[in-house]
């Protein structure tokens, strides 16, 4: 009996494990539509821009626009992250033309507003943190590169800032279509692991992150630029807190009142957040009673109830995001009415095209062709007809008249001698002088 019952504790603390992991929501947004709470914020963050205000939507926020180009866009969380051991989910998209350049990053420093504010991995001066740059190095199509700096190198006058990453991957991130899914975890016992679209990009077991620091996402576009939208970040922790373990020796009364005060604590922590750790594995032989076994059991049922808890409202808040999306969806849809007004002018068209198909293609035309030579014959004979006519009365009305023209000659020829007689009478009768 007591191997039976060790072995389904084990069997429940493995499961606890993996729902572990529990949302931080004052270091996420984009789990609900819409997004922000009254369309100027998002809950817990801080969006701000140099040359533009980065644009809310329902479902995303525009950090960068697609025009103009050379623009900045940031996002800060308001608080501090306090877990060791947690994971974040950046969901992002970069959409512009063939030539258009930019960069995001996703920095986890100390001070980070204050100190990183809108700056690039490139304009940045000493921060304490770690800086996650997707951009298009090197002339690639895209890929994902790790920085790290403990507050003592200056990025900005750093001749060759590129030589400072400690890891990157290939990624073409641009114009899919689709939003693209960045993932940073951070364990003391793991390190630090990056993936993106759920494949490993790099990791390393010997960096370690310290807690206390604040998440922040930055972009900037170049001339043409890069338009980068950020759908959601979902950042989750795992405790490391233990329960206490259960106790070897229990008294009779502590074992008839325990299961009832248990099951009203359970009852009162539904609506609760509750840590979900993993008990403490101890030495079968140290529960040499059935109160003891029971108890060790009781408490890995109860943790597993949590993680089940957790579960179920994890998938409820993405239930609600999805009827609120589905909603949106049906709103933005024509009405029933519209859609059967446009169904029956397609209808009406269709008709008539295969009427007019049909009258083409069974049609005899042959009568109409022959009128219609018919009638090109009467034209051609009437214009034939009369045109000789027509042409012989308007060149003997516009020709000129030759005897008209005789007699003006004429004329001017007699004017000429009348004037010429006149001339020598006068001039003969004028008295002649001599020297």
């Given at each position: 009996m007591r191997v039976f019952i060790l072995t389904a504790a084990h069997v429940l603390a493995f499961a606890s494990t993996i729902f572990a992991q529990s949302l931080i929501s004052d270091l996420s947004f984009g789990q609900t539509s819409p997004l922000a709470d009254n369309g100027a914020n998002i809950p817990g963050f801080h969006v701000f821009g140099e040359g533009h205000v980065p644009r809310l939507m329902?479902?995303?926020?525009i950090l960068t626009p697609p025009h103009p180009g050379n623009k900045r866009g940031a996002l800060w969380a308001d608080k501090k992250n306090t877990a060791t051991d947690w994971k974040v989910d950046l969901d992002f998209r970069a959409n512009g033309p063939e030539r258009a350049g930019g960069n995001l990053q996703?920095?986890?420093v100390d001070s980070g507003k204050a100190l990183v504010s809108l700056s690039s991995i490139y304009t940045v001066r000493k921060f304490d943190g770690l800086a996650l740059v997707i951009d298009t190095h090197g002339g690639t199509s895209g890929s994902i590169r790790g920085f790290l700096n403990d507050g003592t190198?200056?990025?900005r006058n750093d001749p060759n800032v590129d030589a400072l990453a400690f890891g990157h991957c290939d990624y073409a991130y641009r114009?899919?279509?689709r939003p693209s899914k960045l993932t940073l975890k951070s364990s003391p016992s793991a390190g630090l692991q990056v993936l993106v679209d759920d494949r490993p990009c790099f990791s390393s077991d010997k960096i370690s992150l310290?807690?206390?620091?604040?998440?922040?996402i930055t972009a900037a576009s170049s001339d043409p630029p890069d338009s980068f939208e950020v759908f959601k970040m979902s950042t989750y922790s795992s405790s490391s807190n233990s329960p206490p373990p259960a106790q070897n020796q229990y008294q009779p009364q502590q074992e008839r009142s325990q299961p009832q005060s248990n099951d009203n604590k359970i009852n009162n922590n539904d609506a609760a957040n509750v840590p979900i750790t993993e008990p403490k594995d101890d030495d079968p032989t140290t529960y040499t009673t059935?109160?003891?076994?029971?108890?060790?059991?009781h408490n890995r049922l109860q943790l597993l109830s949590h993680a089940v808890h957790n579960l179920f409202r994890e998938i409820s808040a993405h239930t609600t995001a999805e009827e609120a999306r589905y909603n949106q969806i049906l709103k933005q849809l024509p009405s029933a009415n519209t859609m059967n007004n446009l169904d029956h002018r397609v209808q009406n068209i269709e008709l008539m095209i295969s009427a007019l198909k049909k009258e083409i293609e069974s049609g005899d035309h042959k009568g109409q062709f022959e009128r219609?030579?018919?009638k090109l014959n009467v034209a051609h004979e009437r214009i034939t007809e009369?045109?000789?006519q027509t042409l012989a009365r308007v060149v003997s009305s516009s020709a000129p008249r030759v005897g008209l023209l005789v007699g003006v000659v004429v004329v001017v020829q007699v004017g000429l001698a009348a004037a010429y007689v006149i001339y020598k009478r006068r001039r003969s009768q004028v008295p002649k002088k001599y020297l």
């Open positions: 329902s479902d995303r926020v996703l920095w986890y190198r200056d990025h114009n899919l279509g310290p807690s206390d620091y604040y998440f922040g059935s109160a003891a076994q029971f108890a060790d059991l219609l030579h018919d009369h045109l000789p």
